[in-house]
T-cell receptor, first 113, second 111 residues
Framework: NAGVTQTPKFRILKIGQSMTLQCTQDMNHNYMYWYRQDPGMGLKLIYYSVGAGITDKGEVPNGYNVSRSTTEDFPLRLELAAPSQTSVYFC????????????FGPGTRLTVT | KNEVEQSPQNLTAQEGEFITINCSYSVGISALHWLQQHPGGGIVSLFMLSSGKKKHGRLIATINIQEKHSSLHITASHPRDSAVYICAVRSELGTGNQFYFGTGTSLTVIP
């Protein structure tokens, strides 16, 4: 299994541009998550999904959109990028093993200038 | 106030030292996780526990549910243990989405 994969690894955007961060998992996990990690801060949940076709907002959803058309894929869309969206983005999936264990992707480092 | 607090924020140790990282949380939880984030950025799960103690090699994690506190210990520390260690809890409420994360403890082990 490849686990959780994310593309791209790095990206620089200009203010107002749009982009999609890709996330794919091959472990057949129902739950998937998008987090952002800012310097000195804990991971913050942007959006999550409990299964194909079902998504919901997390703690910091403004400026982002998601979709979940398949179990494997959970892309994160940034519309009208702003400098405040400069961060490292992590995708994760989880499965019940007596508790929900999370598996993380390698992260995408995004800079908006 | 953060739901999860870790201490210390930064820690420097000599190789071979015994290391303790602490985590306190304020919500009712169904499980607590210890994660390791390497300098390259990748995050891996070290432990998932809801009671007692777990041990993997030189790493030991304990949790006291009544006191809402967990500790991560590293015995005989090595430079390759240098990383950020993150405590995360899953709230006992909700449907799998309610994970709260600490800000991490940055550990540097000097040879």
């Amino acid at each position: 299994n490849a686990g959780v994969t994310q593309t791209p690894k790095f990206r620089i955007l200009k203010i107002g541009q749009s982009m999609t961060l890709q996330c794919t998992q091959d472990m057949n996990h129902n739950y998937m998550y998008w987090y952002r990690q800012d310097p000195g801060m804990g991971l913050k949940l942007i959006y999550y999904s409990v299964g194909a076709g079902i998504t919901d907002k997390g703690e910091v959803p403004n400026g982002y959109n998601v979709s979940r058309s398949t179990t494997e894929d959970f892309p994160l869309r940034l519309e009208l990028a702003a400098p405040s969206q400069t961060s490292v983005y992590f995708c994760a999936s989880s499965i019940w093993k007596g508790a929900y264990e999370q598996y993380f992707g390698p992260g995408t480092r995004l800079t908006v200038t | 106030k953060n739901e999860v607090e870790q201490s210390p924020q930064n820690l420097t140790a000599q190789e071979g030292e015994f290391i303790t990282i602490n985590c306190s949380y304020s919500v009712g939880i169904s499980a607590l996780h210890w994660l390791q984030q390497h300098p390259g950025g990748g995050i891996v799960s070290l432990f998932m526990l809801s009671s007692g103690k777990k041990k993997h090699g030189r790493l030991i994690a304990t949790i006291n549910i009544q006191e809402k506190h967990s500790s991560l210990h590293i015995t005989a520390s090595h430079p390759r243990d240098s990383a950020v260690y993150i405590c995360a809890v899953r709230s006992e409420l909700g449907t799998g989405n309610q994970f709260y994360f600490g800000t991490g403890t940055s550990l540097t082990v000097i040879p």
